[in-house]
Structures are given as structure tokens and as C-alpha cells.
């Protein structure tokens, strides 16, 4: 196992049962550990340090940058994570603390509110003429959102599928209408949690009434978190 890439052994733990996984996971050396933690999946993580001593996790966590142990303890209930911290040497303690902190703060204050957005009637052939005109002014262009007058989100549509849609077809019969979207009270955590679950490249901010308030790269949020990372 030592001489299995940490990305690949990662993919390997991930299709094993929760015992096995934990058996394997504690033959590794230290270091081989601490990188293979770091490419698996939070929800597989929080199952493996759940089963490991806080000793171990403290011993893992001194492998890794104060923000790769930022993104590792975050996946674990506060209560969980604080004697994890006591264990660790101040100095990253405290770095790793201030990147929680950062983790906690509300997605709204990054999100972008130059986007492109679409009534739902016109036709592919306007929509690519509206996209023609106002990409160059837009922040996401990989998106189109239809929205209503108010500026209720009613779909998505993905360039792409403009691009394959035939001109007089009607924006809201290709949109995708069930959108996941981020609210203003999200937090930095819990939209980084939403871009590795679904893969998006951009994720709109809506109200409770479901109006569009801006749109969350991921570009902008891998920016983020390399900001963080000392």
C-alpha cells in the first residue's frame, strides 16, 4: 500500500465498508495517511476519524498545512474538533482556528452579481444574441439563469446546452428547473461542501422567495481557500 498514489488508495478506501476501511487505513505510516486523508471524500472522512483515537488525528493533522487541516477538521461538529486542537503545537493551532473562523463567514459577501439572467420566453436564437452582447460585462458566463420579472430563479442552462438547442425553442423548455442553490445566511463551509458534492462551476445565492441575489464561483471559492491556506 505504501507504494499506492494517496489520490488512488483514497479511491480504493472509498468502496470499502466502513470496518475494512478503518483496518487499512490504520496500516499506513504516518505521512502516507495524512495525504491519503486529504483525498477523501468528507463524508468518508468524518467516518474514519470518528473510528481513530485523537492522538492519531493530532498526529495526522502535524502532517498537513494549517489549511488542508482547516478543510479536514471542518467536517467534524466543533465539540469533536477542539480537543483535536489542544493536541496540536500552538502556533498551527491558532492558524488553524483563524481558517475555522474564515470557514464560518457568509457566502453573500463573494458572491458576484454580474451574471447573466434570461426570461424564460425568448428563444434560443435571442438568447445567444443576449449572450453575444453581455458575456464580456458578465463574471459567469458558463450559465444562463431564467428568471422571472420579480427575479425569481427559475432554472438553469448550462452553455453547453444552449449551444446544442435549436433556435426556436423556448428558454424554459431546456432549463433545468430544480436548482441547488446557497442562501444569504450560507457560510464559506458550506458552499465548498456544495461545489465538491455537485461539481458546479458556479452556484446562484437565492432568498425565501426564491429571488436570485448573486452567484458563487468556484474559481472564486478554490481562490478562497488558497488564501487561507497560511
Known amino acids: 500500500m505504501s507504494e499506492i498514489h494517496p489520490a488512488d488508495l483514497a479511491g480504493i478506501l472509498e468502496e470499502l465498508d466502513p470496518e475494512q476501511r478503518v483496518s487499512v487505513f490504520r496500516e499506513l505510516e504516518t505521512s502516507h495517511a495524512s495525504d491519503t486523508l486529504e483525498e477523501i471524500d468528507p463524508s468518508v472522512q468524518r467516518v474514519i476519524l470518528a473510528a481513530l483515537p485523537i492522538e492519531l ?19 467534524l461538529p466543533s465539540s469533536e474538533s477542539k480537543p483535536i486542537l489542544e493536541l496540536l503545537n500552538k502556533e498551527n493551532a491558532v492558524k488553524i482556528e ?3 473562523e474564515k470557514h464560518e463567514e457568509k457566502i453573500l ?6 451574471f447573466l439572467r434570461f426570461p424564460p420566453d425568448i428563444t434560443v436564437q435571442q438568447a445567444h444574441e443576449l449572450y453575444r452582447k453581455n458575456a464580456s460585462i458578465s463574471d459567469v458566463v458558463m450559465y444562463m439563469y431564467v428568471v422571472d420579472k420579480s427575479g ?12 446544442k438547442a435549436s433556435d426556436d425553442e ?27 458534492r455537485y461539481s458546479f462551476r458556479a452556484i446562484p445565492v437565492v432568498d425565501e422567495a426564491n429571488k436570485i441575489l448573486g452567484v458563487v464561483t468556484y474559481r472564486d471559492m478554490m481562490n478562497l481557500k488558497h488564501r487561507y491556506l497560511e
Open 57 to 75: 488525528i493530532a498526529q495526522l493533522i502535524n502532517e498537513m498545512t494549517p489549511g488542508q487541516a482547516a478543510d479536514l477538521l471542518a467536517v
Open 98 to 100: 483563524s481558517i475555522l
Open 109 to 114: 459577501n463573494y458572491a458576484t452579481t454580474y
Open 152 to 163: 425569481k430563479l427559475l432554472g438553469v442552462i448550462d452553455i453547453r446546452e444552449l449551444m
Open 170 to 196: 423556448v428558454l424554459k423548455n431546456i432549463m433545468v428547473d430544480i436548482v441547488a442553490a446557497l442562501t444569504p445566511s450560507s457560510t464559506l463551509r458550506e458552499a465548498s461542501a456544495m461545489f465538491t
